[in-house]
């Protein structure tokens, strides 16, 4: 998040400006790949910059132990990182969903009223006061980002923590160009310097079943976002920040780009 650099002569206004905190909030899909990462960038932002604080909104799910001991122990180290459980709700029936990041996807969704209930008890807190805290950001995850409706509701800016790297960023935004059942033996993806044998794809490619669909979908949204940051350097993977740029998701001469690596 940037803030631009301004000229003032009212030392009262200064010292407001000083003395605000600003608060970014993350939602994290319930599997470790995912809210570990985001939990690390969340406290990696606060403790840049002593002025933001952070709440990482956790999704419950009872058949993962792992994740809510993992949230208890990092809940316990946290200074300007709060872990904030969200209300249980019912999870998606067998019916809804034949696969993982279907089931998921549908659990975050079914999570927008209680998403939206956290967001609006903490702008609550938004006052004039010297001490005053600002909400200024939402960051949805890969598989969370039927929670953009809500950023949008709330006039609160979206930003994508994409945990994977930017190749794997650039597979997803081109699975609208993938046919699931199509027999040919590689697949070329601009993202990546050589064509793919269909055989070291992920299942959601290899299996025409809603995680692909869904998957997809995310990827569609990922544009809504004010801004993508991904988990890479630019030594790491010249070439598949390359392809983004050429998709226009990094836009060098503008002062803020799109998208952070």
Not at 26 to 37: D, E, K, S
Not at 192 to 198: A, G, I, S, V, Y
Request: proline letters at 7%.
């Amino acid at each position: 998040i940037y803030m631009s650099i301004i000229h003032l002569n009212n030392s009262k206004l200064l010292g407001h400006l000083i003395m605000t905190r600003f608060e970014v909030v993350f939602i994290a899909t319930p599997a470790l790949g995912n809210l570990v990462p985001i939990v690390e960038f969340a406290d990696l932002l606060t403790k840049h910059n002593p002025q933001l604080s952070a709440t990482v909104l956790t999704v419950t799910t009872p058949q993962r132990p792992l994740i809510s001991t993992y949230v208890q122990s990092r809940a316990s180290s946290a200074t300007n990182l709060k872990l904030l459980h969200l209300p249980t709700v019912d999870p998606p029936t067998p019916d809804q969903y034949q696969s993982f990041i279907a089931f998921v996807s549908l659990h975050i969704q079914n999570h927008k009223h209680q998403v939206k209930n956290a967001l609006l008890n903490l702008k609550k807190n938004e006052s004039n006061s010297f001490d005053s805290v600002r909400l200024v950001a939402l960051f949805v995850d890969m598989f969370s980002t039927t929670l953009i409706d809500v950023a949008a509701e709330l006039a609160v800016p979206c930003y994508l923590f994409f945990a994977s790297p930017a190749s794997f960023l650039g597979f997803t935004l081109h699975l609208d160009q993938v046919d699931p059942v199509e027999s040919e033996s590689e697949l070329a993806v601009p993202s990546f310097e050589n064509p793919l044998p269909r055989s070291v794809l992920p299942n959601l490619v290899l299996d025409a079943n809603d995680a692909f669909s869904w998957v997809a979908y995310h990827a569609r949204r990922y544009r809504e976002t004010k801004g993508i940051f991904v988990n890479t350097v630019q030594e790491l993977e010249p070439h598949a920040l390359q392809s983004l740029y050429n998709l226009s998701l990094i836009h060098i001469s503008e002062p803020t780009r799109p998208l952070y690596i």
